[in-house]
């Protein structure tokens, strides 16, 4: 199965500023199938992005995806104060489709 | 607007089987879409259990394969999840999801709210 290693696990940032995450896969991701989820405490993961770079319905243009093959990132623009949460990549192109560790995002 | 709600005992003993049940509302499962369970262990990462489709085709984790039986039932728009021998590493919050793709390789675009299901004697 295709291992996923997001980094950095913990990311300290303030309102304003820009976020990079990175996934890496051990092997490329078919077809780039990969996708980004954000996660709040108590709550269920929300659909960010998918084949990569595509946005998913809803989701501002403040966040976007890029990358292929094994090095994905997600990039927020302008962070604002409810986008701290944690972030979970998750490689669809090959079964079992796995997930990242996460990155927690936190006020600095 | 889709919505999906997971249903069961938040309580099993282990050895024995749990028993998931996810109603859809605002889409028919007969129209298309996998549908699937992702799990959560308190504190860690996301799981997936494995997913169908309305015909009844399933792709499921191979690290859950023995365990796990998936159903769907059309006529009442739900879908089930049934994991056998559980541990208590199997406590975890499960969701349900719907397959965004509409191909068997997907990402899940719509959630359930979870549920806790702790697995202890």
């Known amino acids: 199965e295709i291992v996923l290693t997001q980094s950095p696990g913990t990311l300290s940032l303030s309102p304003g500023e820009r976020a990079t995450l990175s996934c890496r896969a051990s092997?490329?991701?078919?077809?780039?199938?990969l996708a980004w989820y954000q996660q709040k405490p108590g709550q269920a993961p929300r659909l960010l992005i998918y084949g990569a770079s595509s946005r998913a319905t809803g989701i501002p243009d403040r966040f976007s995806g890029s990358g292929s093959g094994t090095d994905f990132t997600l990039t927020i623009s302008r962070l604002e104060p409810e986008d701290f949460a944690v972030y979970y990549c998750q490689q669809y192109g090959s079964s079992p489709q796995t997930f990242g560790q996460g990155t927690k995002l936190e006020i600095k | 607007q889709v919505q999906l709600q997971e249903s069961g005992p938040g309580l099993v003993k282990p050895s024995e089987t749990l028993s998931l049940t996810c109603a859809v509302s605002g889409y028919s499962i007969s129209s298309g879409f996998y549908w699937g369970w992702i799990r959560q262990p308190p504190g860690k990462g996301l799981e997936w259990i494995g997913s169908?489709?309305?015909?009844?085709?399933?792709y499921s984790n191979p690290s859950l394969r023995s365990r796990v039986t998936i159903s769907v039932d059309t006529s009442k728009n739900q879908f089930s999840l049934k994991l056998s021998s559980v541990t208590a590493a199997d406590t975890a919050v499960y969701y349900c999801?719907?397959?965004?793709?509409?191909?068997?390789?997907?990402?899940?675009?719509?959630w359930g709210q979870g549920t806790l299901v702790t697995v202890s004697s």
């Open positions: 169908i489709y309305h015909s009844g085709s399933i």
């Open positions: 999801a719907r397959g965004g793709s509409g191909s068997y390789r997907h990402y899940f675009d719509y």
């Open positions: 092997q490329s991701v078919s077809s780039n199938y």
